[in-house]
């Protein structure tokens, strides 16, 4: 007989080491869930005890506040990877806690092409179907067949359509409102065979292109997304803010649309600068920033 599930949830957990900005003060409650039965039964208790509740994916787009967040953080962890093949072109139904980019590199090293363009993006396949996350000529909306969805208590799949998807956005990022929060549990990805050497070497010419130019330090990549024909990191830097300080953040001198946490940067700090390139940009240029990372 097998054993009925159980959650271990932790008090007051640090959010800083799961974030990329390594920013972020205790949730009430944290767990590590690795399949949909138990990220279900962790949202039932934490609907049970009054506790608002947020799924967790790599961390790689939030900003958490110093204070932490009075609620449950489900951090979802889902691994696997299967690959339904139909002669040239294939299916992979992936766990939305899959890393992104080891999960292109897996599908690669197979043969199999599709999502090589997220070579070296940070996170997991969850957060990127929830945010539409693209890079180097490929996006989610063009790679997504469908992603099985956890809405209240039963299972969605929701097509590229019903996703709604826009620039690093999705409905699932828009959603407001009281009614359940959709998790998203799998994503059914399309292949096409490729020669696994040739997609080695074009993933490798990614990843070269990506340590070029992406500042060092512990960043959540773009802050803003950038305004139609523009790009943010230009504008910011146009204002002259590239390298400016608050505390312990600073605007990346090698592109003025990281922020970088040089090592005890408090969520203010970053806030604070969010605030003044907004204010500049605006002020100077005439263009509303919008932000491409989340605040919890
Ligand atoms: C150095 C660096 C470079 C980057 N470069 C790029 C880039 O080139 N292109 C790009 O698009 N992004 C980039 N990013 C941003 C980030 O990698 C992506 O936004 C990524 O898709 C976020 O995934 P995550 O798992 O870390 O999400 P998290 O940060 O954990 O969460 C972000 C949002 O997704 C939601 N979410 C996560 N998992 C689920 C789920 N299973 N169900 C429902 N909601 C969920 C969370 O609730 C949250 O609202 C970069 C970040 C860094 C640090």
């Known amino acids: 007989m097998t054993e009925p599930p159980t959650i271990t949830w932790h008090t007051h957990e640090p959010l800083a080491p799961f974030t990329s900005w390594r920013i972020g003060g205790p949730a009430r409650r944290f767990t590590v869930v690795h399949e949909p039965t138990t990220l279900q039964l962790a949202i039932a208790q934490a609907d049970a005890l009054g506790l608002r509740w947020f799924v967790l994916g790599g961390g790689s787009n939030l900003l958490v506040p110093d204070h932490g967040w009075d609620g449950a953080v489900i951090r979802y962890r ?15 139904r992936i766990g939305a806690g899959a890393p992104m980019a080891g999960t292109a590199r897996r599908l690669a090293r197979l043969g199999w092409a599709g999502l090589e363009w997220a070579e070296g993006l940070p996170g997991t396949i969850g957060g990127a179907v929830y945010g539409n996350a693209g890079c180097y000529g490929g996006d989610i909306a063009g790679t997504l067949e469908y992603a099985t969805v956890l809405v209240g208590a039963g299972t969605e799949r929701w097509g590229v359509e019903r996703l709604a998807y ?43 292109l990506r340590r070029s130019r992406t500042p060092w330090g512990a960043s959540c990549g773009s802050v803003f997304k950038n305004p139609p024909g523009e790009s943010a990191g230009r504008l910011i830097e146009a204002v002259g803010l590239k390298g400016a300080r608050s505390g312990q953040a600073m605007i990346a001198p090698l592109h003025a649309n990281y922020i970088i946490n040089l090592g005890q940067a408090s969520s203010d700090d970053v806030l604070r600068l969010i605030d003044q390139a907004r204010e500049r940009v605006l002020s100077h240029c005439g263009i509303t920033l919008e932000l491409e990372v989340q605040l919890l």
């Open 78 to 92: 889902d691994r696997h990877c299967d690959i339904e093949p139909y002669g040239d072109t294939g299916l992979a």
């Open 166 to 208: 826009g620039y690093r956005t999705s409905v699932l990022k828009r959603h407001a409102g009281d009614a359940p929060r959709p998790v998203i549990i799998n994503a059914a990805v399309r292949l096409q065979r490729g020669d696994p050497l040739e997609l080695a070497a074009r993933m490798e010419l990614t990843a070269s």
